[in-house]
């Protein structure tokens, strides 16, 4: 759709809380709902953080599986 000065004129922005979670000891903090990008990063994270990536290298076929199977968990459950 068009947006027009009247549009933007009574625009306002919410302030949303920041979403937290942690990584291997890291924090990480990233983008509220209704962005879905911010709790599946964490998520992503959480399930990666089971499993030893450092061992089969970050180009390698394994880490690189584990990486798409966690990324897949995270998009279903937003489905």
């Avoid at 068009?2 to 890291?26: F, I, M, P, Q």
């Avoid at 209704?34 to 390698?60: K, M, Q, T, W, Y």
């Amino acid at each position: 759709g068009r947006l027009t000065a009247n549009d933007l004129a009574h625009y306002t922005a919410k302030e949303r809380g920041v979403v937290h979670g942690t990584y291997r000891g890291y924090d990480v903090y990233s983008m509220p709902p209704p962005s879905s990008g911010g709790v599946h990063l964490i998520e992503i994270l959480n399930i990666l953080e089971g499993f030893d990536l450092r061992a089969g290298g970050a180009e390698s076929a394994d880490t690189l599986h584990l990486m798409i199977e966690a990324m897949k968990l995270a998009y279903a459950d937003r489905a």
